[in-house]
């Protein structure tokens, strides 16, 4: 299995940039498909953002693209979550997860077998 850990949350006023990092460790982080999902209070968890093996893939849920850019580095075992001209609907907490095998396209965080403990981003208005 694979262990993650998150970094970079904070408080950050609307229109800013945020950058969040996840840590992998236990196995080659290669091997997995990487997931960004996120959870605001009083709301289920939701899809935020996933990149192939490669990084050559990657998805984006509607509400983010064009503003969030995930982004990998196998050789550090770190998933990158670049937050840019953040909303306030944007603050929850931030959950990295990984999914073992070269299979892209999943959303649904019962797709994900491991998952980190989540940072908060609080954006203000």
């Known amino acids: 299995q694979v262990q993650l850990v998150e970094s970079g949350g904070g408080l950050v006023q609307a229109g800013g940039s945020l950058r969040l990092s996840c840590v992998g460790s236990g196995r080659t982080f290669s091997n997995y498909y990487m997931g960004w999902f996120r959870q605001a209070p009083g709301k289920e968890r939701e899809f935020v953002a996933a990149?192939?093996?490669?990084?050559?893939?990657?998805d984006y849920v509607d509400s983010v693209k064009g503003r969030f850019t995930i982004s990998r580095d196998n050789a550090k075992s770190t998933v990158n979550l670049q937050m840019a001209n953040v909303k306030p609907d944007d603050t929850a907490v931030y959950y990295c997860?990984?999914?073992?095998?070269?299979?892209?396209?999943?959303?649904?965080?019962?797709?994900?077998?491991?998952w980190g403990q989540g940072t908060q981003v609080t954006v203000s208005s």
């Open positions: 990149i192939s093996w490669s990084g050559g893939a990657t």
């Open positions: 997860a990984a999914r073992a095998g070269v299979l892209i396209g999943f959303r649904r965080q019962e797709e994900y077998a491991y």
